[in-house]
Every structure is written in structure tokens, then in C-alpha cells.
T-cell receptor
Framework: KNQVEQSPQSLIILEGKNCTLQ??????????LRWYKQDTGRGPVSLTI?????NTKSNGRYTATLDADTKQSSLHITASQLSDSASYIC?????????????FGSGTQLTVLP | SQTIHQWPATLVQPVGSPLSLECTVE??????LYWYRQAAGRGLQLLFY??????ISSEVPQNLSASRPQDRQFILSSKKLLLSDSGFYLC??????????????FGSGTRLTVV
């Protein structure tokens, strides 16, 4: 069964600090992995997309890493800002070409305090 | 550029009442369209997807239905709402003619509360 596990479930940090969110998956055959940011009451917005051959992808202060061998990904946020407070969702795709190919993690709720 | 619109943003409905949520996409033709539900603290659950007008696939048995009357319009409906239908509903679209894992863009969501 395809699964995506995210940790921690929630995280509180002070403004300006760095943090790392984890994503472990058991999805096969793997196509790509993406991280979304979802503000409260809003739809998810894509941050990064990585294919099997990519190890790192950056988007501003967000840097995602992927280890396809261990089936792990991380999202590192540098110099956090209050606006980073949101849920971060890891999504893994299989390469079957089906509309059911996305598997969503339950998200990490990040709170950045002043 | 492509945009996706979803409305209403919030909705409070009594048990047993009907439901109609609408989603439209602009700037593209024949998109793949999706309805998801997100329960608190849980991942997104795919409810329906459509690869063309009148073509609807249901992922889970439920009290809801979907329709695609026009190319860029996707509607989520129910004849009689249940308390368990409460949740956050998201519409999404993906790039037509390409792997479904690319160009996956979400609408802003509808918070449905059934009372």
C-alpha cells in the first residue's frame, strides 16, 4: 500500500530560526515528490517538485532534498518568518499515468512565533 | 496564465439539505479536474476526477456526486447532506495531455459545515 508519513506532526519555532520537516514514503513505482504549503483555510500551493534523479531543489528560503534509495525527503526552511506558519504537505506520485497516482501525507503544522 | 476558481469559500448547511460546489478553470483546454476532501489533521482524499466533459470517476463510495457539464467546470453535489460531509473541499486541475503528476494546482477551498 502506498503511504506517505510526515514528521513531526506539528512544530513551533521562533522567528529567524531554521527548521527541517521530514517525509518518508513507500510509494512505488516512484515518479516525483513535491512539497506544498497550505495556509489555514486555503488551498495547497506547490513549493518544489523533484523527480527521481534530483537530490535537491530550492525555492527561496525553502530547500527540499530527496533520497530515492531510502525513500526519504526533507524540507528545510531557512531564517523562518511569521508568514511561514502553515501546514506543509508532502505528496508522492507514482508513474502509472492514473489520476489516482498522488499519495498525500497528512502534513506538518508549522507555527512561527515572534 | 491558468487560474482556478472555487466557490463559495465557506458554507454552513443543515443536515438533509442539498449541496452544490462549483469549480472553474481558465486559461487552458480540456484540463483534468479533481475534487478532494481534507479532514482535520488528515491528508487529502481524492473524491472524484474527470478527464473530459461528462467523464467522472468516483474514488470512494459516499453521499456525494460530481458532474462536468462544461470543459472547464466541475461541480460537486449532494442531494441530502450528512453531518459526516463536513470538511474542507478542494478542487484541483492538472495539465492535459501530460503525466497527471505535473501541473497539479489547487483551488482556494470550500469550508463546509453541516449542522
Amino acid at each position: 500500500k502506498n503511504q506517505v508519513e510526515q514528521s513531526p506532526q506539528s512544530l513551533i519555532i521562533l522567528e529567524g530560526k531554521n527548521c527541517t520537516l521530514q517525509c518518508n514514503y513507500t510509494v512505488s513505482p516512484f515518479s516525483n515528490l513535491r512539497w506544498y504549503k497550505q495556509d489555514t483555510g486555503r488551498g495547497p500551493v506547490s513549493l518544489t517538485i523533484m523527480t527521481f534523479s534530483e537530490n535537491t531543489k530550492s525555492n527561496g528560503r525553502y530547500t527540499a532534498t530527496l533520497d530515492a534509495d531510502t525513500k526519504q525527503s526533507s524540507l528545510h526552511i531557512t531564517a523562518s518568518q511569521l508568514s511561514d506558519s502553515a501546514s506543509y504537505i508532502c505528496v508522492v506520485s507514482v508513474s502509472s499515468g492514473s489520476a489516482r497516482q498522488l499519495t498525500f501525507g497528512s502534513g506538518t503544522q508549522l507555527t512561527v512565533l515572534p | 496564465s491558468q487560474t482556478i476558481h472555487q466557490w463559495p469559500a465557506t458554507l454552513v448547511q443543515p443536515v438533509g439539505s442539498p449541496l452544490s460546489l462549483e469549480c472553474t478553470v481558465e486559461g487552458t483546454s480540456n484540463p483534468n479536474l479533481y475534487w478532494y476532501r481534507q479532514a482535520a489533521g488528515r491528508g487529502l482524499q481524492l473524491l472524484f476526477y474527470s478527464v473530459g466533459i461528462g467523464q467522472i470517476s468516483s474514488e470512494v463510495p459516499q453521499n456525494l456526486s460530481a458532474s462536468r457539464p462544461q470543459d472547464r467546470q466541475f461541480i460537486l453535489s449532494s442531494k441530502k447532506l450528512l453531518l459526516s460531509d463536513s470538511g474542507f473541499y478542494l478542487c484541483a486541475w492538472s495539465v492535459p495531455g501530460r503525466r497527471l503528476s505535473y501541473g497539479y494546482t489547487f483551488g482556494s477551498g470550500t469550508r463546509l459545515t453541516v449542522v
